[in-house]
């Protein structure tokens, strides 16, 4: 009977923590294990939402979130349709991940992160920031559709300086021609 509980448990957790692993970039990372650590964690099989807050910490490959509060919406067969990082009290929610082994590493950092993994979409808010190498581009809202390739910049209605600013450094190979 207890084995029996234990193994429901087990396959509980594991139905609602597996769609998390749609934050692999790298395909190595498929095969990575996941570690998820918070101060607490709400997994609510029932409604699709499962809640981790307090010092969140996903890593996954090479893969990296750091957030106050992670909040995952999963579908009826269990996959997850948006996940929500937030920062609180001033403090941004984080993201690191390796696009291409040839790369440096992809970080970027907002107040709110929504990652939409079937529409492979990506959403910073407030505060959004990513930089690649020396490459960059800040602003109040950034919005990247994985798929196509689209960069979108929007103004968030109620903030200030709601200006975006790309920085983009010419390849190493480029001359300047007379």
């Known amino acids: ?61 090479a893969t990296h979130v750091t957030a106050d509060i992670l909040t995952t919406y999963s579908d009826q067969k269990n996959q997850v349709i948006k996940a929500v990082a937030e920062g609180k009290n001033g403090r941004l929610a984080t993201y690191q991940t390796m696009t291409d082994p040839k790369k440096p590493p992809l970080n970027a950092k907002a107040l709110i992160i929504q990652y939409f993994p079937q529409r492979h979409y990506v959403i910073l808010i407030g505060q959004a920031y990513a930089v690649q190498g020396t490459d960059s581009i800040q602003g109040p809202r ?10 979108i910049t929007k103004n968030v209605p109620g903030t200030s300086g709601g200006r975006t600013e790309i920085v983009i450094q010419p390849d190493e190979g480029y001359s300047a021609r007379s």
Do not use: C, W
Not at 29 to 37: F, G, M, R, V, W
């Open 1 to 61: 009977m207890k084995r029996k509980l234990l193994k429901n448990k087990l396959l509980f957790v594991f139905m609602l923590i597996f769609p998390l692993l749609t934050f692999a970039d790298l395909p190595s990372d498929k095969t990575a294990k996941l570690y998820i650590t918070s101060d607490s964690a709400e997994l609510n099989k029932l409604t699709g939402i499962s809640i981790f807050t307090g010092n969140v910490k996903v890593d996954h490959g």
């Open 142 to 151: 950034l919005e990247y559709d994985l798929t196509n390739q689209l960069l």
